[in-house]
């Protein structure tokens, strides 16, 4: 499995930013695709995941209603639109997968495929 994340960026306080994650050497059954990120001198948090089974989806409170996790079918794609960035959203995105049935493995050491990481970085 290979993920491929894009879409990072400088925005500015209240921008909409759409990051995406391209999926390949699988067939992608039973998986579940999910958003962490890091900012520096913290920990990575989980942002959002999605069953790609049922498009099924579970966000971080940060998250919640700025936030949107989605896929593209026909190219293997898992999108995060972000809308309403704060500056503390300023972090290294990664998109990470794993097999399962739900979305609620939020934890990082659940996840087995990593991406490398897009930049975003929202200014005040």
């Known amino acids: 499995v290979q993920l491929q994340a894009s879409g990072g960026g400088l925005v500015q306080a209240g921008d909409s930013l759409r990051l995406s994650c391209a999926a390949s050497?699988?067939?992608?059954?039973?998986?579940?695709m999910a958003w962490f990120r890091q900012s520096s001198g913290k920990e990575r948090e989980f942002v959002a995941n999605?069953?790609?089974?049922?498009?099924?989806?579970r966000y971080a409170d940060s998250a919640k209603g700025r936030f949107t996790i989605s896929r593209d079918n026909a190219k293997s794609t898992v999108h995060l639109q972000m809308n309403s960035l704060k500056p503390e959203d300023t972090a290294v995105y990664y998109c990470?997968?794993?097999?399962?049935?739900?979305?609620?493995?939020?934890?990082?050491?659940?996840?087995?495929?990593w991406g490398q990481g897009t930049l975003v970085t929202v200014s005040s």
């Open positions: 050497g699988h067939t992608f059954r039973n998986y579940v």
């Open positions: 999605i069953l790609l089974n049922d498009n099924s989806t």
């Open positions: 990470a997968a794993r097999q399962g049935f739900s979305t609620v493995a939020v934890g990082t050491s659940l996840y087995r495929h």
